[in-house]
Structure formats: C-alpha cells, structure tokens
C-alpha cells in the first residue's frame, strides 16, 4: 500500500521528542493508517526544525473492484481522508507548514490535488 510523507515545522522552543511522541500516538487513531514512523528532522542546520511522518496506509482503502477508475477513486478519496486528518492533527499540535511529498515536490496540505495524491501514492 502506498506509503504518504509529510513534513511539518515545529514552533519555536517545542520540545521534538514531546510533539513526535504526541503526533505519533494521534496518528495511530486514523482510519486507514496501518502504521505512522514521526520522526524529528536533528539533521536540519538551517531554518526551523521540522518533523517527518510516513504513513502506510491500510489495504482497507481499496475494495476489490473489477474497474480500476473505482478503485482509484476510492483509493484517493481514502488518501484526502488520511492527508486531511494528519493535517488537523498537526495543527492541534501547534505544528505549521505542512507538506505532502507529491512526486519531486513539497506541496502545501492545503493545497493538494488529486494529481498530488496519486503521485504520492505512487512514489509510495
């Protein structure tokens, strides 16, 4: 199943243990998550320190299904489902910036397309 990245900035002076800690445990209650890794970028020299989560989504976002166009409909509408969740999480966590990778690109949650979803999904 596709693998989602994401990448979210701490607020200044947050503790990253703390908030991956946090955002790992949040993560885990989403439908469609089979597993979270919250990591903490300590490579980062420049700019705020961010924090990377991977998700694997659960085989449950496709039903079989004998045509593929419906089974990547629901394949992506199950991806907005978890990338909008993980957004609001996030957010609840005072973490800002959040960004899918799509692809070669970072693209703002709130701005991600269906073309973004696919990519990821299929760089996943």
Do not use: C, Y
Not at 39 to 61: H, K, S, W, Y
Not at 84 to 108: F, I, W, Y
């Amino acid at each position: 199943m596709p693998d989602l990245a994401m990448h979210f900035t701490l607020p200044e002076g947050a503790d990253p243990a703390a908030v991956t800690a946090a955002f790992q445990q949040k993560l885990a209650a989403i439908a469609g998550v089979e597993s979270a890794d919250v990591t903490a970028d300590e490579q980062r020299m420049i700019g705020p320190q961010e924090i990377v989560v991977i998700l694997t989504t659960a085989t449950a976002l496709i039903s079989t299904s004998a045509l593929a166009a419906e089974a990547t409909a629901k394949l992506i509408a199950g991806l907005r489902k978890v990338v909008d969740e993980t957004k609001q999480l996030g957010k609840s966590l005072g973490l800002g910036n959040g960004r899918l990778e799509a692809g070669m690109k970072q693209v703002p949650l709130d701005a991600v397309t269906e073309h973004d979803l696919g990519a990821a999904a299929a760089a996943g």
